[in-house]
């Protein structure tokens, strides 16, 4: 079972008084704000009063999920971008902030009023972290950008799937994750360059850069043979065995044996010791020379046994080897339980909710899930009375429609 938690607004955490505002839409600049949330930084979602982030849009029987789970630990502020008032009172904001995450495309913020030297201008320490498709500059730059552009333009798609079949794209946001990931560290390396006595500065973080930097050395290997990736399915082009095999009861196992030790005990665990010696096997060179043959011999063992006669031979043996998980086997799993990898947390609509604990663990320092998700506005009078207004010009605001108070 999933261990159940409530949240706990008054929690020690190591990001407390780090301000950050919040212009972003959708995944990526959620993903960023949300670790520093998790660490216990002020993210304050500035939002449409009118509909909100479009990932409340993205919904499950009625249910924002998404939203849920990425602004959890976040305030919202519904203010109104369209007018003079709005801006005046955003500008105020920043200059209160340490950092700015915005994901317009590229010189939006400059056509608002906002462009990063007037910012720094009034505020020398703003951080100021630019998310788009293709960066802030080069022939690209103007172009709208979402993940699924850039998973496919990176070279991504075109190694993902099987030989046979058309690229695949990922099933998940994954550019905009890795870009949030990417920019959540590039914020912690940029404000401490101010806590040493520098200056803010703009980080500049498109989709595109961040997920071919996790593609492994493609470019070095083309430019070095002429050979480009090819889509291998589960299978690996640098090690073998590894691939996903099915067992007799239906269910399916992983297996990955990345050094020479680990595909020699693999070996004798499917009782084929000979495998060791044999020169179509002998070195992972060798294997992957003869992938059919190599990966044949392990299906075979593993197709004739069920799931938990595989896992029980393989644990004994000490492969590497692990059940492929459907959603609800995950969360069924004991050491995801034991660990609290998952979650169940409160919710004012549901009751409770499972998501992901805060990733990674420190030991001293762990953050702390203190609230939940915002609603639209939430937050938008504590924010306002923070920055000085008064509650008459809050209620002129609210009256003209530049503000909504959730």
Known sequence: MIPTIEFDAAAPVPLAGLRVVDLSRLVAGNMLSLQLADYGAEVIKVEDPD???????????????????????????ALSLRTPEGKAVLADLLATADVLI???RPGTLEAMGFAPAVLHA?????????????????????????????????????KNGFADRPPVLPPLALADMIAGLYGAFAVMVARRVVEQ??????????LLDPIVSVLGPDAATFRLSGEKPVRSGSRSTTTSPRNVYPTADGRYIAISASIQAMAERVFRAIGKPEMIDDPRFRTNTDRLAHLDACDGAVADFIAARS?????????????TASPVYEVDQLMEDPHVAARGILVDAPDA???????HNIIPRLSETPGALRHAAPRLGEHTR????????DGARIAALAESRIILEG
């Open 307 to 319: 799931l938990a006669e595989n896992m029980a031979i393989f644990e004994k043996a000490e492969v």
């Open 197 to 206: 006595g520098g200056a803010g500065q703009v980080i500049d973080l498109p």
């Open 122 to 158: 009034r505020n020398p320490r703003l951080i100021v972290v630019r998310v788009s498709g293709f960066g802030q500059d080069g022939p690209y730059r103007e172009r709208p950008g979402f993940g699924s552009l850039v998973e496919g333009m990176s070279g991504f798609a075109a």
């Open 51 to 77: 509909k909100g982030d479009p990932l409340r849009a993205w919904r499950v029987q009625g249910h924002s999920l998404h939203w849920k789970t990425y602004a959890r630990n976040k305030k919202s502020l």
């Open 349 to 355: 609509e549901l009751g409770r909710m499972a998501m």
């Open 382 to 389: 504590e924010i306002l009375s923070s920055i000085g207004l």
């Open 102 to 104: 915005e994901n317009y």
